[in-house]
């Protein structure tokens, strides 16, 4: 009751207009704080919804980075795996071309670009070896099978390399293990028996070379003319084998 009293007493001193005018602004200022403490409450809101939304997008971003980033690696691998094996088929059509410098080159360049591209020694050795450089060539060829030993072509051309510098026990063994791994190349059956040929036994000659033509009978025309077979191509067995 007390408080009453003083502040009736207090407002009671005052005219009308003062009153008014001190109500009017207590009233503005009331709403203000309430309009300021709705705004502070707004912005507080939309900073923790911005900031959501934001670190949201950053998930978002992150998330999409670490989906598309192997992508981006996947396609950026495909690409250089497909520009050296462009290049190794370059490699290989000038081995047989006999470019041995232009084979060579190209598969020091791969070489260069991958140390494990186990084709690129594989052609540098046997074209080495084509070259008169047994002893370089059979080791890149070596280290070709030792990158990837069940590598067909790379056993094929130790076993073609052997045959060609006269090591034929190692040869065959070599086309054998060549054909433990694609046993449908009818060119390791052709290579045994071309030894066979060679050292005139007509009864090996013929079960090789009779396995090469069941895969490819173009090989009939090459076995006609084949100089290897010169010390048995009179044998019945022979002849009956490639009319």
């Not at 094996?85 to 041995?100: R, S, T, V």
């Amino acid at each position: 009751m007390s408080f009453f009293n003083r502040s009736n007493r207090l407002f009671g001193k005052l005219s009308f207009k003062a009153k008014i005018i001190i109500f009017t602004v207590l009233c503005f200022t009331a709403t203000a704080l309430i309009t300021y403490n709705k705004y502070t409450e707004n912005k507080i809101n939309k900073a923790l919804q911005d900031s959501k939304v934001k670190s949201d997008t950053q998930l978002k971003a992150k998330d999409d980075a670490a989906k598309t980033k192997p992508v981006e690696e996947n396609k950026a691998l495909q690409d250089k795996q497909k520009s050296m094996n462009d290049k190794y088929n370059q490699a290989h059509d000038a081995f047989f071309n006999k470019n041995y410098d232009l084979a060579i080159k190209l598969a020091d360049e791969l070489i260069a670009e991958d140390s494990n591209y186990y084709m690129a020694y594989n052609i540098k050795g046997i074209t080495q070896c084509y070259g008169n450089d047994y002893e370089n060539g059979m080791k890149n060829i070596d280290k070709s099978l030792e990158i990837k030993p069940d590598f067909p072509y790379g056993r094929f051309n130790k076993a073609l390399a052997n045959e060609l510098y006269g090591h034929y026990d190692e040869a065959i063994d070599w086309y054998n293990k060549a054909l433990e791994v694609d046993k449908n190349n009818p060119w390791s059956y052709y290579g045994i028996a071309s030894i066979y040929g060679r050292k005139g036994d007509v009864e090996n000659t013929v079960k090789y070379l009779k396995q090469a033509i069941a895969l490819d009978t173009a090989i009939k025309a090459e076995a006609a003319k084949e100089a290897d077979f010169d010390p048995v191509k009179n044998s019945p067995e022979f002849k009956a084998l490639i009319n």
